[in-house]
């Protein structure tokens, strides 16, 4: 088995979150999948790489994307199995929010062909760094926005909450390309429970080209439905409430450390004695 694949991250930022493991693959590539919509971006693979394949041309008005995902990764698999070494370039991470990388990768492992997944620069990544978020101070918890309307998922309004994909919120038709007011109202009510309709929101674009403007709007839960909202465009909700102790388990760890307190002191007053 000759062919190969390796499913590489460029990051968000062009040329500037581009790991050299990445950069390497693309350069050595016989032939270039380029899972990006921005056309300088293309441009900029193309002085890496002299065969760079667009895969936006499978996306077409009112075709479902479970159609356009196996056309991508059929037409990624017929040059690997066709012997050459493929490259798939994707924004960001390509494991993150990206169907046809994990697909591929399945499958070219599954009949035989040496394939990878190197890491890049996320959105979630960006999101961090340009809002000043640590995900390790309240906790966060991450959703497609589509899934957590669909599905009666449990989360914490006590640390942020983060959905993906809030231009597409409501479509199950996967045809669309956005959704509107009315889908955003479903889910501003499905919110509503646990916070309030004046809680402060973020809406959260990362730069795509070095002359892009981070976009990190500040709105209440109500003014959702009638932003201009878009296809990569990310909701962030900071915590509503504070941090409930849980008072059963600090009650069972003191009682544990007060043991080995007891303990430790038993054990020095026997060696002392001796």
Same mark, same amino acid.
């Given at each position: 088995?000759?062919?190969s694949?390796?499913?590489?991250?460029?990051?968000?930022?062009?040329g500037?979150?581009i790991?050299?493991?990445?950069k390497s693959?693309i350069?050595q590539?016989?032939?270039?999948?380029?899972?990006?919509s921005?056309?300088?971006?293309e441009?900029?693979?193309q002085?890496?790489?002299?065969?760079?394949?667009s895969?936006?041309?499978?996306?077409?008005?009112?075709?479902s994307?479970?159609?356009?995902?196996?056309?991508?990764? *059929?037409?990624?698999?017929?040059?690997v199995r066709?012997?050459?070494?493929?490259?798939?370039?994707?924004?960001?991470h390509?494991?993150?929010?990206?169907h046809?990388?994990?697909?591929s990768?399945?499958?070219?492992k599954?009949?035989?062909?040496?394939?990878?997944?190197?890491?890049?620069i996320?959105?979630?990544d960006?999101?961090i760094a340009d809002?000043?978020?640590d995900?390790?101070?309240?906790?966060? #918890?991450q959703?497609?926005?589509?899934q957590?309307?669909?599905?009666q998922r449990?989360?914490d309004?006590?640390?942020?909450?983060?959905?993906?994909?809030?231009?597409?919120a409501?479509?199950?038709?996967?045809?669309?390309?956005?959704?509107?007011a009315?889908?955003?109202q479903?889910l501003i009510e499905?919110?509503?429970k646990?916070y309030?309709l004046e809680?402060?929101?973020?809406?959260?674009?990362?730069?795509v080209l070095?002359?892009d403007?981070?976009?990190? #709007?500040t709105?209440t839960?109500?003014?959702?439905a *009638?932003?201009?909202?878009?296809?990569h465009?990310?909701?962030?909700?900071p915590?509503?409430?504070?941090m409930q102790?849980? #008072?059963?388990v600090?009650?069972r760890?003191a009682?544990i450390?007060?043991q080995l307190?007891?303990?430790q002191?038993?054990?020095?007053?026997e060696?002392n004695?001796e």
């Amino acid at each position: 088995m000759s062919g190969s694949l390796a499913c590489v991250g460029i990051g968000m930022t062009l040329g500037a979150h581009i790991c050299p493991l990445a950069k390497s693959y693309i350069e050595q590539a016989d032939v270039v999948f380029s899972g990006m919509s921005n056309g300088i971006v293309e441009l900029w693979l193309q002085e890496m790489h002299p065969d760079v394949r667009s895969l936006q041309g499978f996306y077409q008005p009112g075709k479902s994307r479970h159609i356009t995902y196996r056309e991508m990764v *059929d037409a990624i698999m017929t040059e690997v199995r066709a012997g050459k070494k493929v490259v798939g370039a994707f924004y960001g991470h390509p494991g993150v929010f990206a169907h046809a990388p994990h697909k591929s990768i399945e499958i070219a492992k599954a009949e035989g062909f040496q394939a990878v997944m190197v890491p890049g620069i996320s959105a979630e990544d960006c999101l961090i760094a340009d809002l000043g978020i640590d995900p390790g101070q309240y906790g966060c #918890q991450q959703f497609e926005a589509s899934q957590f309307m669909f599905y009666q998922r449990r989360f914490d309004p006590s640390c942020y909450l983060v959905l993906w994909q809030i231009g597409l919120a409501g479509d199950k038709s996967l045809t669309k390309f956005a959704t509107g007011a009315a889908h955003r109202q479903v889910l501003i009510e499905l919110l509503s429970k646990d916070y309030p309709l004046e809680h402060q929101v973020i809406l959260y674009e990362a730069a795509v080209l070095p002359i892009d403007t981070v976009r990190k #709007q500040t709105l209440t839960l109500a003014e959702l439905a *009638d932003a201009d909202i878009y296809m990569h465009t990310t909701l962030v909700i900071p915590p509503s409430q504070k941090m409930q102790p849980n #008072q059963a388990v600090l009650d069972r760890l003191a009682q544990i450390e007060a043991q080995l307190l007891a303990e430790q002191s038993g054990s020095l007053a026997e060696a002392n004695s001796e």
